[in-house]
C-alpha cells in the first residue's frame, strides 16, 4: 500500500499486538492502528461502532481466526497433542468471529476467512454456516501467488500437494446495493 490508507489491526492478545506494532516500524510502516479487541463478542452486539459497524467501512476485513493448527503440525509438532476437546469448541468460536467481523465490511467489499488447519468441520462448514446465515456475501473466485486461480473461491492447500503448510483460504465479496458487484 505504500503507507496510504489505514490499516486496523484487532486481535485478542496484546502479545500479538506489540509484534505487529514492532514490525510495523522496522518495516517502516504508520498506517497501521492496533488494538485489543474480543472478535468473537462482535457477533454479541458488543461492538462500539468506530469501524463500521453494521453499515460497515471496511475494503477488506481479514478473519484470521484461531484454528486446531493441524496445517502447521510440521512447524508446530506439539499440536498433535491437542485433544478433541481441545478443538471441539473452536468450530462455535471462528462462526462467532466471522460473523462478526462480516459486518465491518462496506456493501461491495471483500472478506477473507482463512485457517492454518485443513479440517473441514474449521473450514468450508463454517463457511457454508455462513453463507446460509449471511445472505449477503458470495464466494469470489481469486488468484493466489504461486498457486493459480481458485475460481471457486475457497482453497485448501494440501503440504503434500502443494508442499505448503497446510491452509484454508475463502474469498467473500459483499453483495452491493442488492445485487453482486463484480471486481476483480
Request: glycine share 14%; charged share 30%.
Given at each position: 500500500?505504500?503507507?496510504?490508507?489505514?490499516?486496523?489491526?484487532?486481535?485478542?492478545?496484546?502479545?500479538?499486538?506489540?509484534?505487529?506494532?514492532?514490525?510495523?516500524?522496522?518495516?517502516?510502516?504508520?498506517?497501521?492502528?492496533?488494538?485489543?479487541?474480543?472478535?468473537?463478542?462482535?457477533?454479541?452486539?458488543?461492538?462500539?461502532?468506530?469501524?463500521?459497524?453494521?453499515?460497515?467501512?471496511?475494503?477488506?476485513?481479514?478473519?484470521?481466526?484461531?484454528?486446531?493448527?493441524?496445517?502447521?503440525i510440521r512447524r508446530k509438532p506439539d499440536i498433535r497433542y491437542k485433544t478433541e476437546q481441545d478443538v471441539s469448541s473452536l468450530p462455535q468460536l471462528q462462526k462467532s468471529i466471522l460473523k462478526g467481523l462480516s459486518s465491518y465490511v462496506r456493501p461491495g467489499g471483500v472478506l477473507l476467512y482463512s485457517t492454518c488447519t485443513v479440517l473441514k468441520r474449521e473450514n468450508e462448514d463454517i463457511i457454508n454456516w455462513f453463507l446460509q446465515e449471511q445472505d449477503q456475501f458470495r464466494p469470489e473466485g481469486f488468484l493466489l501467488p504461486g498457486i493459480g486461480d481458485v475460481p471457486g473461491g475457497m482453497i485448501t492447500l494440501w503440504p503434500h500437494i502443494r508442499g505448503t503448510d497446510g491452509f484454508f483460504v475463502c474469498k467473500l465479496r459483499k453483495v452491493e446495493s442488492g445485487r453482486l458487484k463484480v471486481e476483480s
Open positions: 500500500m505504500e503507507n496510504p490508507g489505514r490499516i486496523s489491526a484487532r486481535d485478542i492478545s496484546a502479545k500479538k499486538l506489540l509484534l505487529i506494532d514492532e514490525s510495523a516500524r522496522r518495516l517502516g510502516i504508520s498506517i497501521i492502528d492496533t488494538a485489543r479487541q474480543d472478535a468473537a463478542a462482535e457477533a454479541e452486539g458488543e461492538h462500539d461502532g468506530e469501524h463500521g459497524g453494521e453499515h460497515g467501512g471496511a475494503d477488506i476485513v481479514l478473519a484470521d481466526v484461531p484454528c486446531s493448527g493441524f496445517g502447521v
